[in-house]
């Protein structure tokens, strides 16, 4: 079983569109996260979630917002893309307390043409 | 930012051990060194993480100095499968900042 799948693997759309990205972990962590992974390969944080904080990046864009339909799950939904958005997004979870230990998904790689 | 340094790159011969280098020498008392590894294309994984004494699990050694200001990670028996960027990260209870890593490359 996989721990943090996320959907799709692959994401090809055009500039302006409205895009979401599915994330769902069976580890019954508390915590979830979403990272960027842009084309020189940096890993930044975008956003860390519980049921009690969401905190963000301050330098992400708010056209970025996650959702949490429950402990789940942390979607990331993107309004009116831009070229710069291409990147490969990573979703990861870790338990409450135990930050450092994630667990992370394969990745999403988005292309905006 | 992150708040270590590793070496860019480093090669090693399969079947050797590989021995990958990290100073933190700001590391608060609180902090721990954690390891994670990114194979091309594929979600950072977890290998090993410290305090200040040696660790050992079935993946990796970690080996902390006693001022705690540098560590270092050894892949006992490296095989190709090992090519990978390799990040040494100190956190408390913060989520992973990553920094450049070591791109590692397992040459048969």
């Known amino acids: 079983d996989t721990a943090v799948s996320q959907t799709p693997k692959y994401l090809v759309t055009q500039m302006g569109n409205d895009k979401s990205i599915k994330c769902e972990q069976n580890l019954g962590h508390d915590t979830m996260y979403w990272y960027k992974q842009d084309s020189k390969k940096f890993l930044k944080i975008m956003f860390s979630y519980n049921n009690k904080e969401l905190i963000i990046n301050e330098t992400v864009p708010n056209r970025f917002s996650p959702k949490s339909p429950d402990k789940a799950h942390l979607n990331l939904h993107i309004n009116s893309l831009e070229l710069g958005d291409s990147a490969v997004y990573f979703c990861?979870?870790?338990?409450?307390?135990?930050?450092?230990?994630?667990?992370f998904g394969q990745g999403t790689r988005l292309t905006v043409v | 930012d992150a708040k270590t340094t590793q070496p860019t790159s480093m090669d090693c011969a399969e079947g050797r051990a590989a021995n990958l280098p990290c100073n933190h020498s700001?590391?608060?008392?609180?902090?721990?060194v954690y390891w994670y590894r990114q194979i091309h294309s594929q979600g950072p994984q977890y290998i090993i993480h410290g305090l200040k004494n040696n660790e050992t699990n079935e993946m990796a050694s970690l080996i902390i100095t006693e001022d705690r200001k540098s560590s270092t990670l050894i892949l006992p028996h490296a095989t190709l499968r090992d090519t990978a960027v390799y990040y040494c990260?100190?956190?408390?209870?913060?989520?992973?900042?990553f920094g450049k890593g070591t791109r590692l490359s397992v040459i048969a």
């Open positions: 990861a979870s870790s338990q409450e307390g135990r930050a450092p230990e994630a667990f």
């Open positions: 700001t590391i608060s008392g609180n902090e721990y």
């Open positions: 990260i100190v956190s408390g209870n913060t989520p992973l900042v």
